[in-house]
Structures are given as C-alpha cells and as structure tokens.
C-alpha cells in the first residue's frame, strides 16, 4: 500500500474516531437498522435502554427490541419508524415504551442513508422523560461500523443535541446543524478563524457570561476532564452543556461539546413540583378521612386533617396509632378481612364501626388500596363518617314499612305488572275487587284474568294492554272494562306510572284503579235520557236552544229553519245580537244576566229577524245549567207571538209609554239601592272610624307621658347604678333574670313603635272619615284633593305588591285648585269607581316595567277644573268605549262586576254636577278618565 493511500486510510480511521466519539458522548440512543429490519449497529444508550448485551442485539429485528405502544396500543410492525423511514413518510414522533416497571416516553427521530452496497435507517432514540439525568455517565460509543463517512455525517446530523467539535487549541473542528439552530449562530461567524469572537457571540446570549467563558479557559488548561453544566440564556432557556476530550488512541486531539436545551424539561419539573404542592392541599382539605398505613405493622404514618377531626384525634396522636385503638371491636373482624385482601393485593371497599378519642362511636365506610409512599407500598385507606345516612337509611326503612301499610290498607287498587303484561303485585283492596288472591293472580297475564280480551261495546282489550306496554307515556290515565273472577265486569279509572331502568328501558308499570262502574252505568242511562230528549226537542213546534254567558248559540232545535230561514250553520257559533232587534237587547240582556245568576225567566218577549228581513215577536223562557267545572249553560224556548203582536199594535204606543216609563223607574230604583247602599257604608265607616278613634286618643295622648315616665325611672335606674354600684346579690340576680340591660333599651324603643302605630291608626282613621263625608250630603265646598288621598288610602292594600303582579306607582300631579262645590260622598265614589277599575286594568297587564296610575288635578277656566286618572294597562278598545257609560255593561268575569259603577260614576257627575266624564285610551297604550266639573254650581 502506498504511503498515500495510508494518509487517507489513516485520515478516515481519525475521523471515523472523531465520529465515533461524538456518538459516545450523547445521551441519545442511536440504532442503524437494515432494509431487512435488523439491526447493524448501536451504540451503548441503545444497549442499555434495550438491557440487552450487543450478541443479543446485532441482527435482531428493531421491533423484537423494542416494543413500542401509542396510545396504550402496541404499534404494529408495518407502522414502526425504520420501515416508515424506509419508505419516506417518517417524522420524528413519541412512543411510549416500558423499562424496569417504568412507562418511558421515547423520542424518535431518522433519517434514510444509501449505501455503496446496502440502504439503511438511521434512528436518534431520546428518552424525554429523564433528559435531565447526567448523560456525561454514558458510556462512550463502541468502535462504529467501518461504513462511509456520509453515513456517520448523517447521524451526526440526525442528533438532536447541537454538537461542536473543536481541536486542543480551540479551533473548530466540525459542528452540526442543530448547534447553529439553538444558538441562532449566522454560519459566517463560524467561518472566520477568531476563537475570541466564537466565545464572545456564545456568552453574549447568557445570564452569567463571565462563568461561561471562565469554565471554558478551565477545560483548556485541564483537556482531559469531563464537564457538565447549566446554561441560563437571558431569553429564558435552559441548555444541559456536556464537553468530553476527544482521544486518538492516548492522545487528547480536542473536545466536543453537546448542547441540549432542556426548557421543556425544567418545566415540566416545575409544573410537577406544583402539581405535587396541589396534591397535598387536595389531601389536607379532602372532606372524607384519608390514612396511610404500613403493610405489616399497620400503623399509622400520614393522615390529613378530616381524619384527625373525624376522630377527635390532634395529628401527633394519630401518627404511629394502631387501627385496633380507634376501630371498635365489633369491627375487628372487618379490619382482619381489611388486612388480608390488601396483602393480597386486592381493593377492600366495606363498612365499619369506629371509636373517637372521647369514646363516641361513629359508622364509617372504608376503601382502601396499595400505593406508594416514600418509594415504598403502603395501605392508602379513604374514610367517610355515614352516622347520618346510616340514620337516614334506618329511618326510610321506618318509611317504607309504613308505605306498604299503606298500600295495603288504600282504599283503591293498586298494581304492578311487567312489560309483558304479567301481574307482579296485587295490594288487599284489588284483591277483594277482583276476587283473586295474591298467589292465584301473581305471575299470571292480566289478560283473561282481570281484563276481558273485549270490552261489551267491541274495543280490543288485548290491543290496548299491549299498547299501553310499548307506550307507556301515552296512557297516563286509561279507563277500561275490567274482570271479576266470578265473571261480572267492572269499570276501573285507572293512573298509570311507567318504571324504567336507568337506560330508560322499561321495567314495570305501577297502576292506581279507582271503581268507575257506577259512574259508568250512571252515564248510560244518561245518554239513554238524552237521546229521548233530543227527540222531543227536534220534533217541538217552539224554538229550543242553548247559549253560553257570552250570548253564544251552542245549540239550536232544527225547527229554525222553518219558522226563521236560517239553517243550523248560520245560527251555531252565532252570537244572539246579530239575530236580534237592537231596541230589544236591554232587556234581552237583563234577562240573560239574571238567567247567569240563576233566576229563571218566562215571558221575555223579543223581536228576531227573518233570514228574509221580516221581523218576528217570540216570548222566550230562559234557565241556566251550571256544570261541575263551574261552566254556565243558559237553555232556553222561543215560541212565535207575532200575530199576538200584531193584534196588539194599536196598544203600542201605551205600552212603549209605559216600558219607558218602567225603565226610569227601574233606573232610579237602581240609583236608590246604590244611594241606600252607600249611606249605609258611609253610616257603618263613620261608625267604625268613631269606635277606633277614641280608644286610639285615649292611647295617642298616654304615649308621651308614658315616654317622659319611662325615662324618669330609668335615669332614677341609672342614678342607684351610680351610687350604689355592688347591691345585694339577690337585686343582682333580678337584673340579670330580666336582663336590664337590654331592657332599658329596647323600652324606648317600644314607645317609639307604639307611638308610630297609634299615628298610623288616626291617619286611616281620618282617610275613612274624609271618605264617607256623612257630614257633608249636601253642596259643600271641599278641597278634591283630599278626597283624593283618602280614596287612595282605603286602597294603598290593592296597590301594594301581591303574588301575582308588583307594586303598582301612584304619580300624583295636583295643581292649584280652589275649593270645589260638590257633593263629596257621591265625589269620593267617583274616584272610588275610576280607581278601583284602574287597579283592575293594571293588575291584568301593564306596558312598561311597572304598572302605574297618574293622577293630575288642573284650572280648565276659572269656574272649571279637570281631574285626569290615566293607567297603563290593556288599554280599551273604541267598541267597548262606546258603551262602557251604559248600566249593567261589563267586560268583567261573572260576579266581579255590576255593570252600574261607571253608569252611576256618569250619572253623578254629568247629571248632579253639570260636569262631563269621559274617557280616553288607545289600546296596548292604556286609558285616560277625564272628569270636568265647575267650581261653583
């Protein structure tokens, strides 16, 4: 051989050291692996994260190595990283693999290098769950494979450590790409031949470049010392730092650095570091008991505060405790059982009794299982105190003992039977209604037992009874025929309850009869009853029919279109005014109201309209049925008068003299009643606000010099305190027994209180007063706004918030206004009618974010004022508006209105006072009363 193919054999073999070198330096697993999936060659991390000597490992396929798992799953050969690699599509990626009882989690890295006579896959393994162990312990490469040197420059750049490589004089050598990358070094630095200026860009990026520099002039005076630090950057990273010499045989020919950066790392410590902090707070703020006690001795070496509590225990006394001091005997056994399942190495879960420090005895549950402490197994016991549920549990027992009692004493039937229809429980009562015991009917299908397959009308039982087990929800109630034993049939109401497991499956259906059979028969024979009377109906020569309150045809005999035109269509649904001469619904009207209120009429004599527009006379007879739900049914008969009425023409005109005459008589009678009505309020508020006024007096003037008393005595009190500090002891047993003390305050104070009620009674006292006006029935001048106030007074409970609507506002805006002239009583029921429908209209509905009612006074003239009473409620529509004056017309429910407040409001103020009411609204904006009245009559 040559001496120049020497030179070159011997250069290789120096840089194939150089390279071996740098791979023994790392702490990075690096593997080689063939086409054929075997292993070339690795270097010793590789050996020992596999713990297996090179002889089991050269030639052995990677996966049978190394068995990788993602996700808790084994990763299938097909998909592991050399085969990947060999194809192109590998990225580096994590794998979880288990060493010595330990779960790793590796980092994998490649590359693909071809070779003059063979292909292979280049793996970098680092184990990031442990980068901060010392890798300067590594063990130095075994001698490299004699393969290319572009295969070991591929490795060298497959590192993910930054790697520099300088000579004894500090000159560099070879790096790789990763240490330009963490360094963020321009590559023209690197090229200029300036150490200086190298170590100068390095230290300029550190917190400490002195100590960086100062280490590294160290290294040169010492080239054969292994280094290792931590390097802190100012921009918050960490690098591990490893320097080794580099050797020629004997010869330390230079140094190669290695720089990890370890951020993540120290991180996570960090974070880990946290989360053990966060677990010890969890386990000293733990609401249930937790113990950890050796495995042999069984003593007690931690506890947290809920346990020392739970126990009576300070946490001194509770180390180093046998379980047997605190477990009762009773439980020893339990506490046996306990021991021997965990020194099994199985879960304990049960329920024991324990004995505190003061000897009370508290039921506790238990779970217990293995775990580490200190690095060594220990017994981790969770203890939760169950006294109360226990008492809880004993007490729904006492609960359902009398729940069956009930059941069975219950005075209906109840059942229980399965999605297939089978009886599972049968309580005493259903046992006598059906005639079964419990023993011939448990178990059996309620078909052909209790339920005929079909009912006397026809209905297909059994198609129900299967219905009802596959859809449960829609037969909540059900009324059915039922069997007897002995063959009669029956008829049950029955509520039904469907059970179901927990994935809404369902498990039985649970039914509460009830006997309808006398119900049931009484319902026959009343549509037998019906059907005659409907016969006698349609078959009438008078008009007969049926109204609801509202005046709503519901039913009309079919006569009517013989006698009127109409067919059934046109008249059912129909109000009755459409058909109706409108002169005459006054005292259709009154007659129909006094029909709702349960007087019968006979002899209502109307005149109907024709479908051909002729007018015809009927007399009607009217009576209500009321139904169980409260519903009013008005029936009534119309038989045709018109020649009576037409005979009676030429008395007419007498008779309409006399209806009218009739009429005014039966308004002023209304006007009487009303008058008669509010004398005899007046006469009864005036009576009672004189029967409270004087005893209210009596007290009102007592309260001062009760008041003055009271503190005489208790300066007096506080005096013989002075004076007489330390008295007898049985005075200072009194003043405690009393407690004087609290006495000597709260007696002002309960003055105080009386003092404000007493002057609230004479406030309300003189609201009724003013309101009833007794003293003034005659024309007075009066200031209005007092009337105002006491009507709002006697009304400030209507106002106030209730259940079902809040406060309602009261805006008063009073102007200036003289005294009025008037008649206050009939006034005040002005006000009292307006006010009250005011309140009515805005507990109802409101616009807006409260209900409100405004009240503004004000000068029209100089001899008239207005008094403006504006709500925002509903509002009224323009066709009730137009007769809301009129009597008896309300748009209130039955018997919460007369139908006379406004029509008599109207009367007092138009016809007594010359004055005008109107009134104002737009609906969904409210209404306005507008009442005008002079100053002098």
């Given at each position: 051989m040559s001496a120049e193919q020497l030179e070159q054999v011997r250069q290789l073999q120096t840089t194939l050291a150089k390279m071996e070198v740098t791979l023994g330096a790392i702490a990075d697993a690096v593997v080689w692996v063939g086409e054929d999936r075997r292993v070339q060659w690795c270097n010793s991390s590789f050996k020992h994260l596999v713990n297996q000597p090179h002889s089991k490992i050269d030639g052995v396929i990677l996966s049978d190595l190394l068995p990788l798992f993602q996700a808790g799953k084994l990763v299938d050969s097909s998909a592991y990283p050399d085969v990947l690699i060999h194809s192109g599509e590998y990225k580096t990626t994590n794998y979880q693999f288990q060493y010595n009882q330990r779960s790793l989690m590796l980092q994998i890295s490649g590359n693909y290098i071809e070779l003059t006579d063979d292909h292979c896959a280049v793996l970098v393994i680092r184990d990031v769950t442990q980068a901060q162990e010392d890798i300067n312990q590594r063990q130095q490469a075994q001698q490299a494979l004699e393969n290319s040197l572009s295969l070991l420059s591929a490795t060298f750049e497959s590192i993910q450590d930054g790697i520099l490589a300088i000579d004894s004089l500090g000159n560099i050598l070879n790096y790789n790409q990763k240490f330009l990358e963490i360094w963020s070094i321009p590559p023209e630095i690197l090229m200029e031949n300036d150490h200086e200026q190298h170590i100068a860009y390095l230290a300029n990026q550190l917190k400490n470049p002195h100590q960086f520099t100062q280490r590294i002039r160290e290294l040169h005076t010492q080239p054969e010392v292994d280094s290792y630090d931590l390097l802190e950057l100012q921009d918050g990273r960490i690098f591990e730092r490893h320097s080794h010499p580099q050797c020629l045989g004997k010869q330390i020919i230079g140094r190669v650095w290695s720089f990890s950066d370890i951020t993540p790392h120290k991180q996570a410590e960090e974070a880990l570091r946290q989360s053990e902090l966060q677990y010890r707070a969890i386990f000293a703020a733990i609401n249930d008991g937790l113990l950890i006690t050796e495995i042999e001795t069984q003593k007690v070496v931690e506890v947290n505060p809920a346990a020392c509590q739970m126990h009576g225990y300070t946490y001194a006394e509770f180390i180093n405790l046998n379980p047997l001091v605190y477990i009762h005997p009773d439980s020893h056994h339990i506490f046996e059982d306990y021991v021997q399942k965990i020194k099994s190495h199985q879960g304990f879960y049960g329920q024991a009794v324990d004995v505190c420090k003061d000897g009370t005895l508290i039921d506790v549950e238990v779970k217990a299982t293995i775990c580490t402490y200190n690095g060594k197994p220990h017994i981790l016991a969770v203890v939760r105190d169950i006294s109360e549920r226990k008492l809880t549990e004993k007490a729904l027992q006492q609960s359902e003992a009398q729940y069956r009692d009930l059941v069975q004493t219950a005075?209906?039937?109840?059942?229980?039977?399965?999605?297939?229809?089978?009886?599972?429980?049968?309580?005493?009562?259903?046992?006598?209604?059906?005639?079964?015991?419990?023993?011939?009917?448990?178990?059996?299908?309620?078909?052909?037992?209790?339920?005929?397959?079909?009912?006397?009308?026809?209905?297909?039982?059994?198609?129900?009874?299967?219905?009802?087990?596959?859809?449960?929800?829609?037969?909540?109630?059900?009324?059915?025929?039922?069997?007897?034993?002995?063959?009669?049939?029956?008829?049950?109401?029955?509520?039904?309850?469907?059970?179901?497991?927990?994935?809404?499956?369902?498990?039985?259906?649970?039914?509460?009869?009830?006997?309808?059979?006398?119900?049931?028969?009484?319902?026959?024979?009343?549509?037998?009853?019906?059907?005659?009377?409907?016969?006698?109906?349609?078959?009438?020569?008078?008009?007969?029919?049926?109204?609801?309150?509202?005046?709503?045809?519901?039913?009309?005999?079919?006569?009517?279109?013989?006698?009127?035109?109409?067919?059934?269509?046109?008249?059912?649904?129909?109000?009755?005014?459409?058909?109706?001469?409108?002169?005459?619904?006054?005292?259709?009207?009154?007659?129909?109201?006094?029909?709702?209120?349960?007087?019968?009429?006979?002899?209502?004599?109307?005149?109907?309209?024709?479908?051909?527009?002729?007018?015809?006379?009927?007399?009607?007879?009217?009576?209500?049925?009321?139904?169980?739900?409260?519903?009013?049914?008005?029936?009534?008969?119309?038989?045709?008068?018109?020649?009576?009425?037409?005979?009676?023409?030429?008395?007419?005109?007498?008779t309409q003299n006399l209806e009218n005459t009739l009429y005014e008589l039966q308004r002023t009678q209304s006007q009487l009643i009303h008058s008669e009505k509010m004398s005899s309020l007046g006469n009864m508020v005036a009576g009672i606000a004189h029967e409270i006024n004087n005893p209210v007096n009596f007290i009102y003037g007592n309260l001062n010099p009760a008041n003055e008393y009271a503190q005489g005595l208790l300066r007096l009190i506080g005096l013989y305190q002075l004076h007489f500090p330390n008295p007898p002891e049985e005075i200072q047993a009194e003043i405690a027994a009393i407690d004087l003390e609290f006495v000597k305050e709260d007696l002002i104070k309960l003055l105080h209180s009386m003092n404000v009620g007493t002057q609230r009674i004479r406030e309300i006292v003189l609201s009724l007063r003013n309101f009833s006006r007794l003293d003034e029935a005659e024309f007075k001048q009066v200031n209005i706004h007092d009337g105002l106030d006491s009507t709002l007074m006697i009304l400030q409970n209507r106002l106030k918030a209730q259940p079902n609507h809040s406060e309602i506002l009261v805006i008063r805006e009073y102007g200036q206004l003289p005294n009025i002239q008037c008649y206050p009583g009939q006034l005040n029921q002005v006000f009292m009618n307006i006010l009250s429908n005011a309140i009515d209209a805005v507990e109802e509905y409101f616009v807006g974010q409260q209900g409100q009612i405004h009240i503004i006074t004000e000068l029209i003239n100089k001899n008239r004022v207005a008094i403006r009473i504006a709500d925002n409620g509903r509002g009224i529509s323009q066709k009730i508006l137009a007769k809301m004056f009129d009597p008896f017309f309300t748009t209130k429910d039955l018997g919460k209105g007369t139908g006379l407040g406004l029509s008599i409001s109207y009367q007092i103020i138009v016809e007594k006072h010359n004055g005008n009411l109107s009134c104002n609204s737009i609906p969904g904006e409210g209404a306005e009363f507008v009442i005008e009245i002079p100053i002098r009559q």
């Amino acid at each position: 051989m040559s001496a120049e193919q020497l030179e070159q054999v011997r250069q290789l073999q120096t840089t194939l050291a150089k390279m071996e070198v740098t791979l023994g330096a790392i702490a990075d697993a690096v593997v080689w692996v063939g086409e054929d999936r075997r292993v070339q060659w690795c270097n010793s991390s590789f050996k020992h994260l596999v713990n297996q000597p090179h002889s089991k490992i050269d030639g052995v396929i990677l996966s049978d190595l190394l068995p990788l798992f993602q996700a808790g799953k084994l990763v299938d050969s097909s998909a592991y990283p050399d085969v990947l690699i060999h194809s192109g599509e590998y990225k580096t990626t994590n794998y979880q693999f288990q060493y010595n009882q330990r779960s790793l989690m590796l980092q994998i890295s490649g590359n693909y290098i071809e070779l003059t006579d063979d292909h292979c896959a280049v793996l970098v393994i680092r184990d990031v769950t442990q980068a901060q162990e010392d890798i300067n312990q590594r063990q130095q490469a075994q001698q490299a494979l004699e393969n290319s040197l572009s295969l070991l420059s591929a490795t060298f750049e497959s590192i993910q450590d930054g790697i520099l490589a300088i000579d004894s004089l500090g000159n560099i050598l070879n790096y790789n790409q990763k240490f330009l990358e963490i360094w963020s070094i321009p590559p023209e630095i690197l090229m200029e031949n300036d150490h200086e200026q190298h170590i100068a860009y390095l230290a300029n990026q550190l917190k400490n470049p002195h100590q960086f520099t100062q280490r590294i002039r160290e290294l040169h005076t010492q080239p054969e010392v292994d280094s290792y630090d931590l390097l802190e950057l100012q921009d918050g990273r960490i690098f591990e730092r490893h320097s080794h010499p580099q050797c020629l045989g004997k010869q330390i020919i230079g140094r190669v650095w290695s720089f990890s950066d370890i951020t993540p790392h120290k991180q996570a410590e960090e974070a880990l570091r946290q989360s053990e902090l966060q677990y010890r707070a969890i386990f000293a703020a733990i609401n249930d008991g937790l113990l950890i006690t050796e495995i042999e001795t069984q003593k007690v070496v931690e506890v947290n505060p809920a346990a020392c509590q739970m126990h009576g225990y300070t946490y001194a006394e509770f180390i180093n405790l046998n379980p047997l001091v605190y477990i009762h005997p009773d439980s020893h056994h339990i506490f046996e059982d306990y021991v021997q399942k965990i020194k099994s190495h199985q879960g304990f879960y049960g329920q024991a009794v324990d004995v505190c420090k003061d000897g009370t005895l508290i039921d506790v549950e238990v779970k217990a299982t293995i775990c580490t402490y200190n690095g060594k197994p220990h017994i981790l016991a969770v203890v939760r105190d169950i006294s109360e549920r226990k008492l809880t549990e004993k007490a729904l027992q006492q609960s359902e003992a009398q729940y069956r009692d009930l059941v069975q004493t219950a005075n209906c039937i109840i059942l229980r039977w399965d999605s297939n229809g089978n009886v599972i429980f049968l309580n005493d009562y259903g046992q006598r209604f059906f005639g079964f015991d419990l023993d011939e009917i448990v178990k059996r299908n309620v078909i052909g037992t209790i339920v005929p397959e079909t009912e006397t009308s026809g209905r297909d039982l059994q198609a129900l009874m299967v219905d009802i087990c596959q859809n449960p929800e829609n037969y909540l109630f059900n009324e059915n025929e039922n069997l007897c034993k002995n063959g009669d049939r029956v008829w049950v109401v029955w509520a039904n309850k469907p059970i179901l497991d927990k994935q809404g499956n369902l498990l039985e259906i649970l039914s509460i009869g009830t006997d309808a059979t006398e119900r049931k028969r009484a319902q026959e024979a009343l549509q037998q009853s019906e059907l005659q009377f409907r016969n006698i109906v349609e078959n009438a020569n008078d008009l007969i029919y049926t109204l609801t309150e509202d005046c709503i045809f519901t039913y009309h005999s079919p006569n009517i279109t013989a006698i009127l035109g109409y067919e059934l269509e046109e008249i059912v649904g129909h109000s009755i005014t459409e058909f109706t001469d409108p002169e005459s619904l006054a005292n259709n009207y009154s007659a129909l109201y006094k029909a709702v209120a349960g007087v019968q009429h006979s002899g209502v004599e109307v005149q109907i309209q024709h479908k051909n527009g002729s007018w015809r006379w009927f007399s009607f007879n009217t009576s209500t049925v009321t139904a169980p739900s409260g519903e009013v049914t008005i029936s009534g008969v119309g038989r045709d008068i018109t020649e009576r009425k037409q005979a009676e023409m030429k008395l007419q005109q007498q008779t309409q003299n006399l209806e009218n005459t009739l009429y005014e008589l039966q308004r002023t009678q209304s006007q009487l009643i009303h008058s008669e009505k509010m004398s005899s309020l007046g006469n009864m508020v005036a009576g009672i606000a004189h029967e409270i006024n004087n005893p209210v007096n009596f007290i009102y003037g007592n309260l001062n010099p009760a008041n003055e008393y009271a503190q005489g005595l208790l300066r007096l009190i506080g005096l013989y305190q002075l004076h007489f500090p330390n008295p007898p002891e049985e005075i200072q047993a009194e003043i405690a027994a009393i407690d004087l003390e609290f006495v000597k305050e709260d007696l002002i104070k309960l003055l105080h209180s009386m003092n404000v009620g007493t002057q609230r009674i004479r406030e309300i006292v003189l609201s009724l007063r003013n309101f009833s006006r007794l003293d003034e029935a005659e024309f007075k001048q009066v200031n209005i706004h007092d009337g105002l106030d006491s009507t709002l007074m006697i009304l400030q409970n209507r106002l106030k918030a209730q259940p079902n609507h809040s406060e309602i506002l009261v805006i008063r805006e009073y102007g200036q206004l003289p005294n009025i002239q008037c008649y206050p009583g009939q006034l005040n029921q002005v006000f009292m009618n307006i006010l009250s429908n005011a309140i009515d209209a805005v507990e109802e509905y409101f616009v807006g974010q409260q209900g409100q009612i405004h009240i503004i006074t004000e000068l029209i003239n100089k001899n008239r004022v207005a008094i403006r009473i504006a709500d925002n409620g509903r509002g009224i529509s323009q066709k009730i508006l137009a007769k809301m004056f009129d009597p008896f017309f309300t748009t209130k429910d039955l018997g919460k209105g007369t139908g006379l407040g406004l029509s008599i409001s109207y009367q007092i103020i138009v016809e007594k006072h010359n004055g005008n009411l109107s009134c104002n609204s737009i609906p969904g904006e409210g209404a306005e009363f507008v009442i005008e009245i002079p100053i002098r009559q």
